[in-house]
């Protein structure tokens, strides 16, 4: 069974930084392609960034690029987004998908993945 576990959101002033972690299961880690997406009240869900495993590319959206940074730990079948300068408009719920067969575009383009988390909440005050 595939299983998604995110953690590390929180409340945080604007211009402070998390470190949101999605820790996977069920799959082979170094194949697969891993998301973080979000989801504004109100919003449509948006990609945030994307990384395929074993390629070592990685994503970002305009909005986040240059604040934001996805990494993996095969060690530890976790990725990571860091996110650094956060903004009030960062708040959402933040989710992680995995595509155990590694299909990165399908993942960016349509958040085409087989596997999601239950998201954890990131809210940034003004």
């Known amino acids: 069974e595939v299983q998604l576990v995110e953690s590390g959101g929180g409340l945080v002033q604007a211009g402070g930084s998390l470190r949101l972690s999605c820790t996977t299961s069920?799959?082979?880690?170094?194949?697969?392609?891993i998301g973080w997406f979000r989801q504004a009240p109100g919003k449509e869900r948006e990609a945030v960034a994307a990384i395929h495993i074993r390629d070592d590319v990685t994503y970002y959206s305009n909005s986040v690029r240059g604040r934001f940074t996805m990494s993996a730990d095969r060690a530890k079948n976790t990725v990571y987004l860091q996110m650094y300068g956060l903004k009030v408009e960062d708040t959402a719920v933040y989710y992680c998908?995995?595509?155990?067969?590694?299909?990165?575009?399908?993942?960016?383009?349509?958040?085409?993945?087989?596997?999601w988390g239950q998201g954890t909440q990131v809210t940034v005050s003004a």
């Open positions: 998908a995995a595509d155990h067969r590694g299909f990165l575009l399908n993942l960016w383009q349509k958040q085409g993945a087989p596997y």
């Open positions: 069920g799959f082979t880690f170094g194949a697969g392609a």
